[in-house]
Nanobody, 124 residues
């Protein structure tokens, strides 16, 4: 079992920044890929970014490329999402996810564990 706890969400003005954290506990964290997904009201959950087990491979949704950065610290069992130049369209609940396989994935169905989510609201 892996438990994931997100933090760092909140209210920010457009153009501002936030850093989300996802602390993992339980089974070995460093071997599995991690991802961030988001869900806006009335919409399905969508892929944001993912990072491989060692952190050498990352993928981003086109909508966040160049503004968001995913990173991980396996010594601290934590993955981060640095969000810069935020837009109102980034408003959503952000979910951290973990999979037992090394390779990064953009598909939500490939992930085995999910956090409870953290709200990010970007005001115009």
């Amino acid at each position: 079992q892996v438990q994931l706890v997100e933090s760092g969400g909140g209210l920010v003005q457009a153009g501002g920044s936030l850093r989300l954290s996802c602390a993992a506990s339980g089974r070995t964290f460093s071997r599995g890929a991690m991802g961030w997904f988001r869900q806006a009201p009335g919409e399905e959950r969508r892929f944001v970014t993912t990072i491989s087990g060692i952190g050498g491979t990352t993928y981003y949704a086109d909508s966040v490329k160049g503004r968001f950065t995913i990173s991980r610290d396996n010594a601290k069992n934590t993955v981060y999402l640095q969000m810069d130049s935020l837009k109102p369209g980034d408003t959503a609940v952000y979910y951290c996810a973990a999979r037992m396989y090394f390779y990064a994935s953009t598909k939500s169905t490939d992930y085995d564990y999910w956090g409870q989510g953290t709200q990010v609201t970007v005001a115009s």
